[in-house]
């Protein structure tokens, strides 16, 4: 069983589309998280959700947002897509702190490409 | 500012070599250091490092933290070309009341040459 999943694995859109990435745990974590990996594979925190509240955003364009319907569940949204955006977007979760390894674990990627 | 740096970026050496990955870090509330694996998909864990001086070892692969200098090394021995990848240092900084919050460094590309 994949402990964390995204999909798409692959996606390709036009400039000005809006899209999302959906991401799902199994491993009853508190915490989930939103990475960006650019060209040069520098990975980059987004997001992190902890128990569906945001705790960090870091400073990304308010054009990405992080929705969480509920634990298992953290989708990234994207509004009006820039050239700059085409990477490999990475979930990720994290149990809470006190709840054992810290250790995150990763999803397979989603390579973003806008044209 | 809190933030990890790694060196070398990038490194090329030839199969059997021994090759060293460091990683420094300013992080308040400083819980532990982990190294990662990054291949062509997803990072994949290999170290958790909590206390200083005692090394963690998984075959060819050790690491060990210093917490008064504040770095970590990844030693690989004997390296073979399925070691190539992006090895990623992250720091976990606990956030009292909240969860973890996770600072990466940038990674060294290691390339094993046969």
């Known amino acids: 069983d994949t402990a964390v999943s995204q999909t798409p694995k692959y996606l390709v859109t036009q400039m000005g589309n809006d899209k999302s990435i959906k991401c799902e745990q199994n491993?009853?974590?508190?915490?989930m998280y939103w990475y960006k990996q650019d060209s040069k594979k520098f990975l980059k925190i987004m997001f992190s959700?902890?128990?569906?509240?945001?705790?960090i955003n870091e400073t990304v364009p308010n054009r990405f947002s992080p929705k969480s319907p509920d634990k298992a569940h953290l989708n990234l949204h994207i509004n009006s897509l820039e050239l700059g955006d085409s990477a490999v977007y990475f979930c990720?979760?994290?149990?809470?702190?006190?709840?054992?390894?810290?250790?995150?674990?990763f999803g397979p990627g989603t390579r973003l490409t806008v044209l | 500012e809190d933030k990890v740096v790694q060196s070398p970026l990038s490194l090329v050496v030839h199969e059997g070599d021994t090759v060293t990955l460091n990683c420094s870090y300013e992080?308040?509330?400083?819980?532990?250091l982990l190294w990662y694996k990054q291949e062509k998909k997803a990072p994949t864990f290999l170290f958790m490092l909590?206390?200083?001086?005692i090394e963690k070892k998984s075959g060819r692969l050790s690491s060990i933290l210093d917490k008064k200098e504040l770095f970590s090394i990844l030693n690989i021995t004997a390296t073979q070309t399925g070691d190539s990848a992006i090895y990623l240092c992250?720091?976990?900084?606990?956030?009292?009341?909240?969860?973890?919050?996770?600072?990466f460094g940038t990674g060294t590309s290691l390339t094993v040459i046969p």
């Open positions: 990720a979760s994290s149990p809470r702190v006190g709840q054992g390894h810290n250790e995150q674990f």
């Open positions: 491993l009853g974590h508190d915490t």
């Open positions: 959700y902890n128990n569906k509240e945001l705790i």
């Open positions: 992080v308040t509330n400083f819980r532990s």
């Open positions: 909590t206390s200083s001086g």
């Open positions: 992250a720091v976990v900084q606990v956030r009292p009341g909240s969860g973890n919050q996770f600072y």
